[in-house]
DNA sequence: ATGAAAGCGCTAACAG
DNA sequence: CTGTTAGCGCTTTCAT
């Protein structure tokens, strides 16, 4: 299991010089130079304030030296680090998206991503007080099963704090989040389209706030038409348990017209658990899910699904961080999209 | 889009003690306790040093103030960080399960995940400079697309750097990877004993040194049967690659008996290729992946696949971070796993 | 077992 | 435009 070494270095010796050297100071780049050091932090801090000529002398024997000035240091003088915490789930498709989009516009922002992610909720706690010890200069919070009172404690704390996708921090943080309601409406609204007489519900775990808020969407638009929408709980967010209610479920011994599903990767595995037991999608029953993860696009499921305009999300989100006064929540809208697990039912009944 | 505001705190006073005020500094807990800086320092890096009488009543009068050590100023004193960066591509399945164990393997030894996600391999020396200033303990550079180069450079910083996953690295920096050519001879073998007599080899990138090996592993299994295993490239290692080559392809305007592909997230969208136009998997061509990712195992794609032990990777990456002096290379065995995607054939023909 | 003091590398007045 | 200086909050000798 264990084999080889390293061998040569690299063949030119211009690639020698180290990218950065950790134990070079802006002191020892001063010595070099024949500046004082504050100048050689003016260069890399204030470069405008130094002259052209000294500027790059500065640069070149940083450069020849590997000098990099150290973020550390300047976080301690600074009393900000640069540095975003982000904490998130360990799993799912959806947060994929959401940790490499924080990731990009963090970075775009010539700050740093400190990631956390975690199992379940119980580890978040100690996580959140690790973290905060490094002065951050925001925290992000996501995912609907953290405790609204974990999040409380933190607001009264000098770090601003911003919940992404938890409706239930309404009233107590600045957050962002999809309109989930309204995203449901949308949903039941094209399945009353399609002319869906019988809609089960699919939520991930009842008491996630977006199960809730998603469920009382799609049971409002459903029942003004008079349309029943039982609420059948898979368990968990995640494929093995939307197989399962795929795989078994039939309310009242027979299928109902369509499976509106809480979010895409458990309307996979219901996908996957119909068809396992040969019910056809949509020909027989129509599936539709949430999120609009990048798999719902995928020719073998092509969901019918509402987009969560993430991009726009994490924006939001570090918008919010920016504008400490700001205790306003941003709700966007998302956006239906339209696939091939539903279409317009003959009704031959 | 913008609507609603903050209203009450918490409910109880005892919660609204912040988890953590950064703005509260040993000193001032000092006072508070009736004890010296140093003493409160000694609490929380060292407590054996301090009596239980005295380290309880810090411990008391830190939390209600909200104290909490600020890692930044003690990475400074310390010159480590506790930070470990982690550069990684921004999508594809098969990093959101590196990213997270990573994570939980970081938290778990109380170090933090400072991670950088890119897009194409441009942007990486750029972010890996970055991150560099916060004087990591040790930095991860993942993706079989970032140049060598780039790497031979960062040896000879002081900070620890171990290559994970690109084969390329091997005789230049401490390097995690799994035994691609082994793992492909292995999923060869297995189409062999299947019966296949024609393969088609459907990689990324040509260029990529994973596609190479795993490439490498196949003809060399395949040719000493006699049998001819072309390459196709599908131009990036995603499943839009994947589905084009599926739902085109033909080999010498015929079927192969098999697709042998160099990623699971292709193979997903070979996969749908064929079915969209009518190819049966298993029946009409077998098709195989490689990496093991989570969606592998749904029904919908059942994939014959090699699975990477993820957790152990993530180990000995980290664990190399630690032992400067060992230059060796781990290489691990992955897991042949048979799915529905392969099946012995019916020479019929 | 505890306190005093030096200093990690940077930034930002302030002075010249 | 550049140099001098005083800390940021911690860890760690070195005394006591």
Same mark, same amino acid.
């Given at each position: 299991m264990v084999s080889s070494g390293r061998k040569a270095k @690299?063949?030119?010796?211009? &690639? !020698?010089?180290?990218?950065? &050297?950790? *134990?070079?100071t802006s002191i020892e780049v001063a010595k070099h130079a024949g500046v004082s050091q504050s100048t050689v932090a003016r260069v890399f801090?204030?470069? #405008? !304030?130094? *002259?052209v000529a000294t500027r790059q002398e500065v640069f070149r024997v940083a450069e020849s030296l590997g000098y990099l000035p150290s973020a550390i240091a300047a976080g301690m003088r600074n009393q900000r680090s640069g540095l975003i915490g982000v904490v998130v789930p360990s799993? @799912? #498709?959806y947060w994929q998206g959401v940790i490499s989009e924080f990731s990009r516009q963090i970075n775009d922002d010539s700050r740093q991503l400190l990631l956390t992610t975690f199992r379940d909720a119980q580890g978040v706690e100690g996580a959140i007080r690790s973290i905060s010890r490094y002065r951050l200069d925001g925290l992000v919070l996501a995912s609907s099963t953290i405790g609204v009172g974990q999040i409380s404690r933190l607001i009264n704390s000098s770090m601003p704090v911003v919940a992404f996708n938890q409706p239930d921090a309404a009233n107590i943080a600045p957050q962002v989040v999809v309109d989930n309601q309204q995203g449901a409406t949308d949903i039941a609204m094209h399945l009353i389209e399609c002319g869906v007489k019988s809609v089960a519900f699919v939520g991930g +775990?009842?008491?996630?706030s977006t199960d809730k808020l998603r469920y009382r969407g799609a049971v409002e638009a459903f029942s003004a038409q008079g349309i029943s929408c039982p609420y059948i709980q898979a @368990?968990?967010? &995640?494929y093995d348990a939307g197989f399962k209610i795929g795989a078994m479920a039939a309310v009242g011994n027979q299928l109902p017209d369509a499976f509106m599903v809480a979010a895409d990767e458990i309307a996979f595995g219901v996908l996957d658990g119909l068809r396992k037991r040969g +019910?056809? +999608?949509? #020909?027989?029953v129509l599936v539709t899910g949430f999120d609009g993860v990048p798999q719902s696009f995928w020719e073998g499921y092509d969901l019918t699904t509402l987009v969560q305009p993430i991009e726009l999300m994490v924006t939001g989100a570090l918008k919010l961080l920016v504008e400490k006064n700001s205790t306003d929540s941003v709700i966007v809208e998302g956006q239906l999209r339209i696939g091939n697990s539903t279409k317009v039912r003959n009704n031959h009944g």
């Amino acid at each position: 299991m264990v084999s080889s070494g390293r061998k040569a270095k @690299g063949s030119k010796a211009k &690639n !020698l010089v180290p990218v950065h &050297n950790a *134990s070079v100071t802006s002191i020892e780049v001063a010595k070099h130079a024949g500046v004082s050091q504050s100048t050689v932090a003016r260069v890399f801090a204030r470069p #405008e !304030l130094v *002259s052209v000529a000294t500027r790059q002398e500065v640069f070149r024997v940083a450069e020849s030296l590997g000098y990099l000035p150290s973020a550390i240091a300047a976080g301690m003088r600074n009393q900000r680090s640069g540095l975003i915490g982000v904490v998130v789930p360990s799993y @799912g #498709e959806y947060w994929q998206g959401v940790i490499s989009e924080f990731s990009r516009q963090i970075n775009d922002d010539s700050r740093q991503l400190l990631l956390t992610t975690f199992r379940d909720a119980q580890g978040v706690e100690g996580a959140i007080r690790s973290i905060s010890r490094y002065r951050l200069d925001g925290l992000v919070l996501a995912s609907s099963t953290i405790g609204v009172g974990q999040i409380s404690r933190l607001i009264n704390s000098s770090m601003p704090v911003v919940a992404f996708n938890q409706p239930d921090a309404a009233n107590i943080a600045p957050q962002v989040v999809v309109d989930n309601q309204q995203g449901a409406t949308d949903i039941a609204m094209h399945l009353i389209e399609c002319g869906v007489k019988s809609v089960a519900f699919v939520g991930g +775990v009842a008491q996630a706030s977006t199960d809730k808020l998603r469920y009382r969407g799609a049971v409002e638009a459903f029942s003004a038409q008079g349309i029943s929408c039982p609420y059948i709980q898979a @368990g968990a967010f &995640n494929y093995d348990a939307g197989f399962k209610i795929g795989a078994m479920a039939a309310v009242g011994n027979q299928l109902p017209d369509a499976f509106m599903v809480a979010a895409d990767e458990i309307a996979f595995g219901v996908l996957d658990g119909l068809r396992k037991r040969g +019910v056809r +999608v949509p #020909e027989d029953v129509l599936v539709t899910g949430f999120d609009g993860v990048p798999q719902s696009f995928w020719e073998g499921y092509d969901l019918t699904t509402l987009v969560q305009p993430i991009e726009l999300m994490v924006t939001g989100a570090l918008k919010l961080l920016v504008e400490k006064n700001s205790t306003d929540s941003v709700i966007v809208e998302g956006q239906l999209r339209i696939g091939n697990s539903t279409k317009v039912r003959n009704n031959h009944g």
